[in-house]
């Protein structure tokens, strides 16, 4: 959600900024812009729509530059437009680019308008524009008055400005959004996060809660929120520009869905032996830690929770520990009752989600054991502000509807189970088997992948559909939640999930010929019963769509509808190999559908505000 790139140079850096506004589109935005110290002056250039746009603005009305700021918004504050659109500027004085949301704006642009301050937009970030330069007016320079301005600001923000007053300089400052530093020779740069870096920085400073950074072509400078100097540790990224490139394929959403053996592996890789879990995976100390845990509370948002709702049926039945799975924006905004020994685990890929985040400096404060995150994004703010942590190794994903993030979230979270399940007492044969299964899964995952063209071709059934059903039971019912949150993200086709013993208790008034009904069937006990389920659908009528396992073959007949089947290998694994067919699924349905599928309307990729 929004994306920020800024920098100071010796040499042009118009192609710098626009290179990484095209990076950052996976981010989900509406509108883009840049601003740059030129000829004496700022010279500004925005649009609504697409960065192809802006390029098309840019050859029209050519800019240059060796300092300046640039950004793809996300509306908040303010439909798209391109006076809504960043950088916000105040006269030609200063310009600003802003992620997150301010939530005291109106009173401060009530208190600007008093002054005689004219605004040109409705968004929040106009007000810090104007908040800056009416401090730099009374002798403080854009570092001071950045400090100043921010510690009136209430909300979430990340922001990169820069000033016609002081060539050659950009500041920056972060809270609850995050900016990450990019050090080069002669050039330094801010970012949103590492991947508009990376095809020139391999360098990399994580700027902390409160930090405002000021940066020339020479050096930079970091001050904490008390406004003290301070040194922030220097990363080396461990990925390149390649890595989040398409490559051959059409669409990132395909190339990250195809990737998906090769992340698992990677997130399995010196973690398992042929029969155990390596000890301390988890952290140091963690084994004393989970040795304790009696209950788990599991917090998350949109797909991460998908995969939260797995775990929890894994490790009730596996591990015999009660678990509760909530979504993070409910639960931040209540007083939950802990019980002792409850370990906290909070899931997201971006390790920057606004309500994630916060759910989780609200559990540090409410009596839980420990925390635990599993993440995607090394030096994230979750990653940070964990007791205990998991990366999931899924690598850069740059398709808004996630894939490989939770399938290897998946994995963690099996990791995790099979944990508490050794600690709380399970068999050692039956737990070596199942680490012995995680060793298999990557080849599994390799097999489901060669249906692709298969759910190409069943995917055209779906190009005049308005809405569709997915049915699972047991763990899976959180698989078929995600297989509909898949379809409804990128075809725009309104799919809903249900626990299919809950047909008969509304949702068949929805059945006729014109419903696609999805079934996930794998070989478990609730078998038999989910037939049943599918045997209603069967009398009224509805397109059905069965995906079940190759053992399974024989219980199902033409009257089932179209049969796919795969090796899921078995309880454990089957959450996860039954996600690429419907991943596949949705795909196809969208290229089909026309839509865009690595940037589908409305969306974004890391939710930084509420």
Known sequence: MCGIVAASAERDIVEILMSGLHSLEYRGYDSAGIALQARGGLERRRTEGKVSQLDQLLEAQPVAGHCGIAHTRWATHGVPSERNAHPMASGDRVALVHNGIIENHEDLRQELEQSGTEFTSETDTEVMAHLIAGIMEQGHDLLQSVQIAVDRLEGAYAIAVVSAAEPGVVVGARQGSPLVLGLGEGEHFLASDIFPLLPITQRFIYLEEGDVVALNTSGYVIHDAARSRVDRPEVEAEINADAVQRGDFRHYMLKEIFEQPTAVAETLEGRISARRILPNIFGVGAEE????????????????????????????????????????????????????????????????????????????????????????????????????????????????????????????????????????????????????????????????????????????????????????????????????????????????????????????????????????????????????????????????????????????????????????????????????????????????????????????????VE
């Open 289 to 608: 830690l989970l040795s304790q845990v009696r209950h788990v509370h599991i917090v998350a948002c949109g797909t991460s929770f998908h995969a939260g709702l797995v775990a929890r049926y894994l490790l009730e039945q596996l591990a015999g520990i009660p678990c509760t799975t909530e979504v993070a924006s409910e639960y931040r905004y209540r007083d939950p009752v802990v019980p002792e020994g409850t370990l906290f685990v909070t899931i997201s890929q971006s390790g920057e989600t606004a309500d994630t985040l916060a759910a989780l400096r609200h559990a540090r404060q409410s009596g839980y054991l420990t925390t635990l995150a599993i993440c995607n994004v090394p030096a994230s703010s979750v990653v940070r502000e964990a007791d205990l942590v998991l990366m999931t190794r899924a690598g850069p994903e740059i398709g808004v509807a996630s894939t490989k993030a939770f399938t290897t979230q998946l994995v963690s979270l099996q990791l995790l189970v099979l944990e508490l399940a050794r600690l709380n007492g399970m068999d050692a044969d039956r737990y070596a088997g199942f680490v012995a299964d995680l060793n298999h899964l990557p080849d599994l995952l390799n097999q489901a992948l060669s249906l692709d063209a298969t759910f190409k071709q069943l995917s055209e059934a779906f190009v005049d559909k308005h809405h569709a059903l997915f049915l699972g039971r047991g763990s899976h019912y959180p698989i078929a939640m995600e297989g509909a949150l898949k379809l409804k993200e990128i075809s725009y086709i309104h799919a809903e999930a249900y626990p299919a013993g809950e047909l008969k208790h509304g949702p068949l008034a929805l059945v006729d010929s014109e419903m696609p009904v999805i079934a996930v069937a794998p070989n478990n006990p609730l078998l038999e019963k989910l037939i049943s389920n599918i045997e209603e659908v069967h009398a009224r009528g509805g397109q059905l769509l069965v995906i079940a396992d190759t053992e399974t073959e024989s219980r199902f007949g033409p009257r089932h509808g179209r049969l796919v089947k795969l090796d899921t290998g078995g309880e454990l694994l089957a959450p996860v190999v039954l996600t690429l067919p419907l991943q596949l699924l949705a795909y196809h349905a969208a290229v089909q559908r026309g839509t865009d599928v690595d940037q589908p309307r409305n969306l974004a990729k890391s939710v930084t």
